[in-house]
């Protein structure tokens, strides 16, 4: 079974500037979440969708990130302008079933801001 | 909301115990899990609590009390690729998410 595909793996960009991250959760996978872990810190949840809804962006800073599932399987996450703390790992995580606490995480994006 | 706590760093030697401790504020969830995370890797999911007691799966086992607010991670007979870190998770009461500890690195020296 293929996992969570992330791209690309790393991304350099100056402040001020775009960038977009592309998730593939695992296949049949309704969930999927967007998460941002910064360096010696835990992963902080972005943004979930159900399908194609969003079910919880309650910490997405939305002036400046947006995150969309449009067919229900792949997502793509933006962020314009980029800050410098916003240097972290984007992690994209899939899950079936909830109710195990096991989400099936991809092995990020790296994003560093100069 | 939610905070979990935990060690910064944990060392020990090949062939030891350590025990990672989850110390946790939240007003309600539906269990506690556990995920291992390689430098520059995905955290992948090592176990679940959903009720109090031990959990075990192979060298790692895994501790709940909600009475105590407290959680646990048992690795035995440590292997050097057990170096990594460990975090803790719970999934709040009415919510799909899971809300991460601040994490352990755990260094084994031979």
């Known amino acids: 079974e293929a996992g969570v595909a992330q791209s690309p793996r790393y991304k350099i960009i100056e402040k001020r500037q775009s960038v977009a991250f592309w998730c593939n959760p695992i296949?049949?996978?309704?969930?999927l979440y967007w998460y941002q872990q910064i360096l010696g810190q835990g992963p902080k949840l972005l943004i979930q969708?159900?399908?194609?809804?969003?079910?919880?962006d309650s910490q997405l800073p939305k002036d400046r990130f947006s995150a969309e599932r449009l067919k229900g399987v792949d997502s793509t996450l933006k962020i314009q302008p980029a800050k410098l703390e916003d240097s972290a790992v984007y992690l994209c995580?899939?899950?079936?079933?909830?109710?195990?606490?096991?989400?099936?995480f991809g092995e990020g994006s790296r994003l560093t801001v100069l | 909301g939610q905070s979990l706590e935990q060690p910064s760093e944990v060392t020990a030697v090949e062939g030891a115990i350590v025990q990672i401790n989850c110390t946790y504020q939240?007003?309600?969830?539906?269990?506690l899990s556990w995920y291992q995370q390689h430098d520059g890797g995905a955290p992948t999911f090592l176990s679940y609590?959903?009720?109090?007691g031990l959990e075990e799966t192979g060298r790692f086992s895994s501790f709940l009390s909600r009475s105590d607010s407290y959680g646990y991670l048992l690795l035995q007979e440590l292997q050097m690729k057990d170096s990594a870190s460990y975090f803790c998770?719970?999934?709040?009461?009415?919510?799909?998410?899971?809300?991460f500890g601040t994490g352990t690195r755990l260094l084994v020296s031979p």
């Open positions: 995580a899939s899950s079936l079933k909830v109710n195990t606490g096991e989400l099936f």
């Open positions: 296949s049949g996978h309704a969930t």
């Open positions: 969708f159900q399908n194609n809804g969003v079910v919880d």
């Open positions: 939240t007003s309600g969830f539906y269990g």
């Open positions: 609590n959903a009720l109090d």
């Open positions: 998770a719970v999934r709040p009461t009415g919510f799909q998410k899971l809300v």
